[in-house]
């Protein structure tokens, strides 16, 4: 299966504009008055980074292997992933544009040709 980034961005918004806690709707769109909103969002982005670290640790220091960490390390990379999305279509971020520009930027940067 393969889906676009704006494909994949409208299926977390359908997904979270149709689920709530407790009454709260998991889609806010970020304006002004909700930086703690947002705050929260990137706690969560955070946490599931750090979740991710935590199995590769494991794997450094010879718990696991990563043949069979991968199954945990996959999932935390896409909790990663959805939070980024989240954060993305909440605040209004076109991410395909924004990679794109600090492609470019990063070219200049590291002195980078095509």
């Not at 982005?45 to 979740?51: A, C, K, M, N, S």
């Not at 993305?88 to 520009?101: C, P």
Request: with cysteine.
């Amino acid at each position: 299966m393969s889906l676009t980034l704006d494909e994949i961005k409208e299926i977390q918004k359908n997904f979270d504009q149709s689920h709530s806690v407790d009454g709260k709707s998991f889609y806010v769109s970020v304006g002004e008055e909700d930086a703690a909103y947002l705050e929260h969002m990137a706690v969560c982005l955070i946490g599931e980074v750090g979740e991710f670290c935590n199995v590769l640790k494991k794997v450094v220091r010879g718990d696991l292997s990563l043949v069979d960490a991968k199954p945990d390390l996959s999932e935390e990379l896409t909790d990663s992933f959805i939070y980024l999305i989240k954060i993305a279509n909440q605040f209004g971020v076109d991410l395909e544009a924004e990679f794109l520009a600090k492609v470019e930027k990063n070219k200049v940067r590291f002195k980078l040709e095509e």
